[in-house]
């Protein structure tokens, strides 16, 4: 069956620190892998979604970057955090059905 | 541009009653809809979803309608039960399974 990680659960960054959050995925391969960030009190807004390896879309303009080094792995960066970075992360996964299936996420608090 | 909105940010029912939450949508070429059910500090558990060539769907006590003409859709739940307070979640997409875009979701409470 298939699994997706997140790590860490809770993170706590100064402004103007990097940030680097992964995501990897078993069980499936080719999938489309999307960060999602949930601010507080608001939707889930899509960041960035990627259908292969090396292949980056980005929705909104912003501080952060992701790359998809391998198949199953997803990751999210930043050279130098703001306090408005702060917010709760999502990673998800999809294949050939509609739905796609999410981590537990991150907690990211910038001080 | 908000193409999912939710316009209810909050929504409180009696333990046992139905539970309807609205989604309404501007992009006409979205051609299918998913529900999404989250609980603090977890990510958004799949509900439930429907096929723009469809106009209901239903699974348990959770039924979605949507109206194409209208660009709305709804979830029904019946009975509510106290378990399903949660965040929910409307969700769209079209062809090609790339994006998927959410609303801002409701929060539904679901009271004794």
């Known amino acids: 069956s298939q699994t997706i990680h997140q790590w860490p659960a809770t993170l706590v960054q100064p402004v103007g620190s990097p940030l680097s959050l992964e995501c990897t995925v078993e069980g499936t391969s080719n999938p489309n892998l999307y960060w999602y960030r949930q601010a507080a009190g608001r939707g889930l807004q899509l960041l960035f979604y990627s259908v292969g390896i090396g292949q980056i879309s980005s929705e909104v303009p912003q501080n952060l970057s992701a790359s998809r080094p391998q198949d199953r792995q997803f990751i999210l960066s930043s050279k130098k955090l703001l306090l408005s970075d702060s917010g709760f992360y999502l990673c998800?996964?999809?294949?050939?059905?509609?739905?796609?299936?999410f981590g537990q996420g991150t907690r990211l608090t910038v001080v | 541009d908000q193409q999912v909105k939710q316009n209810s940010p909050s929504l409180s029912v009696q333990e046992g009653r139905i539970s309807i939450l609205n989604c309404d949508y501007t992009n006409s070429m979205f051609d299918y809809f998913l529900w999404y059910k989250k609980y603090p500090a977890e990510g958004p558990t799949f509900l439930i979803s429907?096929?723009?060539?469809?106009d209901k769907n239903e699974d348990g006590r959770f039924t979605v309608f949507l109206n194409k003409s209208a660009k709305h859709l709804s979830l029904h739940i019946v009975p509510s039960q106290p378990g399903d307070s949660a965040v929910y979640f409307c969700?769209?997409?079209?062809?090609?399974?790339?994006?998927?875009?959410f609303g801002a979701g409701t929060r539904l409470a679901v009271h004794p």
């Open positions: 998800a996964w999809r294949e050939v059905t509609v739905e796609a299936f």
């Open positions: 969700a769209a997409g079209t062809g090609g399974y790339n994006k998927l875009i």
């Open positions: 429907i096929s723009s060539i469809k």
